[in-house]
């Protein structure tokens, strides 16, 4: 850990989005707020609330929500940039969005070291954050110069055509799973569009965000383009109200995302969801047993199991069921736990200590319902003494379960795999969709015929055949049923932050009824 407490002070000696922590406790002191083109305090000291660090439970800085007059402040900032924005060519707009990815390039491994200490992943999976937050604005930035209308000739001469145009202010509402990454994703075709953003992190992940807001305005974004404000329901509230915000794009909990949706609904505004998620992972007899147990750790595992698009109810056919439940249980105990700094750690903290009591009271209900534990599902108290209060358990396997048990039904969002039998394509079908949520879902089969047939059947917005939680930014992903509405990544997201006019040109005289 004194190593990477090193790497750590170093790189924020170089980083001008992290000059506020002070050296020996880390402690984050500088303004996590931006907009107009710097860090901005909140007028706010009453309802202040400790961040933590996942991986040693200690204070990581305090946050003090943003109020009326400080969301006033960033939609204005972001109501100004968009003027020249919006006037701006793709190309223009490309050649900028192109630089922030070369900064994010230059900068990933700091980026990485600070979504490791805010949210407890691991480094390698942080680091493949940041490049995914890379790719999507490389994406995107290639997109820019693409928007463009359609012509259509009528009878007589006349025509008509379509211009593809921004929306204006867009909110975007970020989760803690992801933080830098979904900043990106939400920014970047928003951008690229020739909108601007006011982003609000989640409370419990609020340091990298304004880090992205510095990487924008050093590429040379105009001031304001991407504002950042912190705080939780109140001041998404007043975002989702605000009479100058013409978008929200929210990703978090399906509760939440009702009530987004709602407030959204008093201005008649577009939204983009991205909610929870109870997804199906389909494995065959025939399925490469060895790639089959790989996808189902991958399906469960990542991010400490905090991924809304995990494949959680873990579906074997049923003679294959013993020889998978050993393989999954001999790799899931060798996850190595600790320290999300160091290169051999596989998984961290869980993001905070109330999150990791929800998820063990789950285990505790899925025992009393009559599940089995294979392995895991207890508390971790890694051996380095600094890490003794982080917030670490051991990845679990549960077997004998049902599909009327809480674990197989409700979100869990934590590194818990339960695991179902089956013996026929047309019952798993069955009871794969039995679900409110549709976001994802997985099949593993040797079968091509069958692996496309099972994916045309599956209600789910984005799916994998022989592998899993695979997210390339050019690919759209979103969900169906009560899993959202709306899209992340890909080309069809610029429909989600652009709107068509239609012009009608008349080359003739008018052919009055009157």
């Not at 003027?83 to 070369?102: D, I, K, L, Y």
């Not at 998404?236 to 990703?251: E, N, R």
């Not at 976001?439 to 089969?445: I, P, Q, Y």
Request: charged share 20%; net charge neutral; aromatic share 8%.
């Amino acid at each position: 850990m004194l190593q990477c407490v090193t790497m750590l002070q170093r790189a924020f000696m170089l980083s001008p989005a992290v000059r506020g922590i002070s050296s020996g406790s880390l402690e984050i002191t500088a303004p996590l707020n931006f907009w107009g083109g710097k860090r901005r305090e909140s007028r706010e000291r009453n309802n202040v609330e400790n961040v933590y660090e996942p991986s040693t439970g200690r204070v990581l800085c305090k946050l003090a929500p943003c109020g009326a007059a400080e969301v006033d402040q960033a939609v204005a900032a972001a109501k100004s940039a968009f003027v020249p924005w919006s006037q701006m060519s793709g190309m223009e707009r490309a050649r900028v969005m192109r630089e922030a990815a070369h900064i994010i390039e230059k900068r990933r491994e700091e980026i990485a070291e600070m979504e490791v200490v805010n949210n407890g992943k691991s480094i390698t999976e942080a680091r493949l954050d940041v490049d995914s937050a890379r790719l999507c604005i490389e994406y995107y930035a290639g997109l820019a110069s693409t928007l463009a209308g359609q012509h259509v000739q009528l009878p007589g001469g006349s025509f008509a055509y379509t211009r593809r145009e921004p929306l204006g202010v867009c909110v975007g509402i970020g989760a803690w799973n992801y933080p830098f990454q979904i900043a990106a994703w939400k920014s970047a075709p928003a951008l690229a569009c020739g909108n601007s953003m006011v982003f609000k992190p989640s409370p419990v992940t609020p340091v990298t965000a304004v880090m992205l807001a510095e990487i924008y305005e050093e590429a040379g974004f105009p001031q304001g383009l991407f504002n950042v404000v912190q705080g939780g329901q109140e001041t998404g509230s007043l975002l989702c109200h605000h009479p100058d915000v013409a978008k929200v794009s929210f990703t978090g909990s399906v509760p939440t995302g009702k009530k987004i949706m709602e407030m959204a609904s008093k201005g008649v505004k577009p939204v983009t969801l991205e909610l929870g998620g109870k997804s199906p992972l389909i494995i065959f007899e025939d399925s490469d047993l060895k790639n089959a147990v790989r996808g189902a750790l991958m399906a469960n595992f990542l991010s400490q199991g905090q991924v809304c698009s995990n494949g959680t109810r873990v579906f074997v056919q049923k003679d294959i069921l013993q020889e998978f439940v050993n393989e999954v249980v001999k790799k899931t105990k060798a996850i190595e736990i600790g320290d999300p700094l160091l290169e051999s750690t596989r998984m961290g903290g869980l993001v905070n200590r109330t999150h990791l009591e929800k998820v063990l009271a789950f285990l505790d209900q899925a025992k009393k319902e009559g599940a089995t534990v294979l392995c895991g599902g207890e508390p971790f108290i890694p051996s380095d003494p600094k890490l003794r209060h982080g917030y670490y358990m051991t990845p679990c396997v549960l077997a004998d379960c049902r599909d009327d048990m809480t674990c197989v039904r409700e979100e869990i969002f934590g590194p818990v795999m339960s695991v179902l039998s089956f013996e026929t394509e047309d019952e798993v079908l069955q009871r794969a969709n039995d679900t409110t949520m549709g976001l994802a879902a997985g099949v593993f089969t040797r079968d091509v015929k069958r692996a496309h047939r099972v994916i045309e059947h599956l209600k789910a917005g984005s799916c994998f055949i022989n592998n899993y939680n695979i997210t390339p930014v050019e690919v759209p992903f979103g969900g169906f049923k009560m899993s959202g509405i709306g899209r992340e990544n890909g080309q069809v997201t610029i429909e989600h932050y652009s709107q068509l006019k239609t012009v009608y040109v008349e080359m003739g005289d008018v052919d009055s009824l009157f």
